[in-house]
């Protein structure tokens, strides 16, 4: 493995919480349990993270009585 590649993901999985060791595992075992390569993992962007943490706050939360409401406000 080339030694920047290994850098640069490490740097990443350190912002993930993980070490180079537990992803392997962890990349492993999906395989196998999916017969391929299972998902696809990244860092969330900045606007990502902030709308995910709006709506886990409850905060910028529209709510409408039903479907059909919403659909109307969408067309508007």
């Known amino acids: 493995m080339e030694d920047n ?3 640069n993901a490490q740097k990443i999985l350190s912002k993930l919480n993980n070490s ?6 962890l990349f492993l075992t999906q395989v196998s349990l999916n017969k391929g390569i299972p998902f696809e993992t990244k860092i969330t962007n900045k ?4 709308t995910l943490s709006k709506s886990e706050n409850m ?5 409408t009585s039903d479907t059909r409401e919403l659909f ?4 508007n």
């Open 59 to 63: 905060k910028e939360f529209h709510e």
């Open 20 to 25: 180079m060791s537990e992803t392997i595992s």
């Open 47 to 50: 606007f990502t993270k902030e």
């Open 5 to 7: 590649v290994k850098t």
């Open 72 to 75: 109307k406000e969408l067309k």
